[in-house]
């Protein structure tokens, strides 16, 4: 079992900034990477970002050069930098967190959420 609890959310204005952290815990040492995903109001849910144990990255093409992705591994944490945020960038953001089993099954972990409100 992961658990990851996600915070930094909140209402800011077009080309504001916002971080938004995720800290897993417990059963932490099969985590393979740490990402983030969103879901805007009728939208599916969609990747925005993602890093693995070897800190190789991953952007949404809507976010590059905007967002950035980083992560603590003695904390197991990942933080997601958002900078020039735009009304579109509105959503739900989830932290995700797939888990390889000793069985070589892989399980996905979510957060709660934290919605991010971007006002123009």
């Known amino acids: 079992q992961v658990q990851l609890v996600e915070s930094g959310g909140g209402l800011v204005q077009a080309g504001g900034s916002l971080r938004l952290s995720c800290a897993a815990s417990?059963?932490?040492?099969?985590?393979?990477?740490m990402g983030w995903y969103r879901q805007a109001p009728g939208k599916e849910r969609e990747l925005v970002a993602s890093?693995?144990?070897?800190?190789?990255?991953y952007y949404a093409e809507a976010v590059k050069g905007r967002f950035t992705i980083s992560r603590d591994n003695a904390k197991n944490t990942v933080y997601l930098q958002m900078n020039s945020l735009k009304s579109e960038d509105t959503a739900v953001y989830y932290c995700?967190?797939?888990?390889?089993?000793?069985?070589?099954?892989?399980?996905?972990?979510w957060g709660k959420g934290t919605l991010v409100t971007v006002s123009s």
């Open positions: 995700h967190a797939p888990c390889l089993s000793i069985a070589s099954i892989e399980v996905d972990y």
């Open positions: 890093i693995g144990n070897s800190g190789s990255t």
């Open positions: 417990v059963d932490t040492f099969c985590i393979t990477a």
